[in-house]
Every structure is written in structure tokens, then in C-alpha cells.
């Protein structure tokens, strides 16, 4: 029996589904019909978190001083840690009490930056595809979002030109991420420089998510926003763990940039949490500290995974560019097929599962976002049940 007063606000009911949630609820069907599920749809790293994080973390856990409410702004300890890295991976330098801010991952300080700082009917300017985070924190907040279409003969770069300046003027924040989750496009340093230029003449704060700073392939060093003169005026730029390091389920990322912006952000916090276990903080030290070679190890397994599937979806017709850094594959539906389409025709026929570009908004219709979570061996498999079900690109070859 359900009550019909018993109901969800409106912040919550006109937002459109969560797609992994209904991903989800699909792929239980298809498992207990038996079918041998090969999961490529979330963005959720297979590896263990790195040995000496764990041992951080029960050594920190044995200690009762960790047991009470952590301090709301983070240990002094792990604050440290992140300026320290920011100083050592892109020689920028930063204040650790006011200018970095521990998060409980950083979905969560992504979305709640829009609820501190956005009003009712403000405009939030947010690529189409982007991450689901940008887009629903601001919807939630009540903002407007005005999409920026991604296009791939831009190179999925946003194209400030194309913005009206009209919609700019009145446009609160800007949410941007390369390398990008899900087109994995990288931006050369210029677009990093326009965009401040950008953000700086319109008065717009600037929140770049760089979630993918570290898997980067084939010598390419992505870019902070804090490295460009003048950024740090204007914007903030948010981390997190979860990928590099294995710990997506530790929830811990940081935010790091305005000393203003970041304060507002944490005065909602204190309303809303108590902080990050102190346990997490210091094992996330631990992660930023490991040596290189750690971060080698984890780049070789996603680049030998991408020229493997790349290899693999060009035997069967796709042309899927090399990616420079992330742990997806951002790979055209074959023609005439809509994302959601396919992907559940794929999972039907193969028990292989994507990711609907769609599901990044509606920039992402016709791709799908490949996640390289799994060996050679499983996405050797994938290719091979594409084989079988006559899954290829070439329209008239297909078995749709
Ligand atoms: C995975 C991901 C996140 C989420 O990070 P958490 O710290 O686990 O919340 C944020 N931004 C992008 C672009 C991501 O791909």
C-alpha cells in the first residue's frame, strides 16, 4: 500500500532518472535469466586499493583518537598532503587552511557547490555530455541549466564563442572536466587559458573537475586549472580518489582553489555533515603519497586495455580514436541507432553492458561510454559474443 501524501518535493520528482539505477534493475534480469554479465557500464575501477593505503587505514583505525567527530574542515595532516601534491604535481602553491577542503568523495562537493552557492532561476552554464553530478547538483539547487553542446568535430571542447552573452551575464557557474567522463577528450593549456579569460569576464566562478589527473597515457600531463595565471581568483578544482587509487567506495575526494568559494561550501557542510572520517583522511594521504611507479602500474593496465579494445571494435568496423587519458572509450552507436537502443540490445544479445552516452545529457545521444574495468581476457570475450551476435558498425551488415 502506498500513501498518496506521502510524497517526494518537486526537486526531486523533476529530475530525470538516475540511468545507472534503471541500468541496474536491467542487468538483474538479464542475470537471473543466467546470462554471464560483462559489466562496462560504470565507472567503478576493478583493483584493489594499494596495500600501503590499507595498512595506512588499519594502523589509523587501531588508534581511538580517529574513533570521535573529525574537525569540519579536515585534519590539518591530510589538508597538508593535498597542498603538498598540488606543489610537487603542478608546482602550484596553496594555502592548506583556507584554499583545500577534504570531501566526502567529490560527487558530493560537486553538488553541493551548486546548493551554496546557486539561487532559484540562476543560470548554470554545464557541458552536454557531462557528468551527472555537474547537472543534477545545480537542477537540485533550482537553478537553470543552460547546456553547452559538446561537439565532436570540436573535439568535445566546450565552445565559449557559441555562448551568448546574454545567457553569461547571468550565468552563476561554469562546470568543466577534461580529461572528460565520458568523451575522454583532453584540453590543450590554451582552452584552459580562454576559459578563464571566459569565466573572469562574465564573473562566472569556474569549477573544473579533474578527476582524471593521473590516468593519463602516452606522456600526456593533463592540465590543472589552478596552473593557469588568474584562475585562482575565480574557480576551484575538485579530486577524488576513487579512480586512481582503487578507493571509489572509501568516498574520499578534495576540492582545492578560492579561498571564498571553498569557505562557502564548507559553512553549508557544517549543516550537513561532520567532516571525513579522520581513518579516510589519513589513508588518503597515504595515497597521495605513493611513489610513480605505483601510478605507472595503473596507467599501463588501462592503456593496455584501450589499445586492446580499440583493436578489438576495429575488427568489427569502428574507428574508435586512441584516448590520451580517462578509463572510458567514447564509441559511436552504429548508425540509425539511438544510445539506449543500443545499448539494451547489446546487453540482450551479449550480456555486455555500456553506458548510454544519453545518460550525460542529451550531447551524448548516439555514443555509448566504454569502461575499461575489466582484463584482456573479459574484453577479448566482449569482442568475441560481438562476433556471434553480428554486432558491428557497418549498418548493413547489422542485425538490427
Ligand atoms: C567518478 C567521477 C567522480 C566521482 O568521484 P567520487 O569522489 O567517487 O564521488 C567525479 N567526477 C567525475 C568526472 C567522475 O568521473
Known sequence: MSLDWIEPAE????????VFAHLDELKAKERKKGQDLIDLGMG????????????????ALRNPDNHGYPPFEGTPSFRRAITDWYRRRYGVLLNPETEALPLLGSKEGLAHLAMAYVNPGDFVLVPSPAYPAHFRGPMLAGGKVHSLVLKPENNWLIDLAAIPDTIAQ???????NYPSNPT?????REFFQDIVAFARKHEIILVHDLCYAELAFDDYKPTSLLEIPGAKEIGVEFHTLSKTYNMAGWRVGFVVGNSQIIKGLGTLKTNLDYGLFSVLQVAGEAALQLSDKYLQQVQQRYRTRRDFLIQGLAQLGWDVPKTRATMYLWVKCPPGIGSTEFVL??????????T???AFGPGGEGYVRISLIQDCDRLQEVIRRFKQAGICYQSEVMAF
Open 11 to 18: 526537486r526531486i520528482q523533476t529530475l530525470p532518472t538516475y
Open 44 to 59: 567503478n575501477p576493478d583493483g584493489a586499493t594499494p596495500e600501503p593505503v590499507v595498512e595506512a587505514a588499519i594502523a
Open 170 to 176: 547571468q550565468a552563476k557557474i561554469l562546470y568543466f
Open 184 to 188: 575522454a577528450a583532453t584540453a590543450p
Open 345 to 354: 540490445d547489446v546487453l540482450q544479445k551479449t550480456g555486455v553492458v555500456f
Open 356 to 358: 548510454p552516452g544519453n
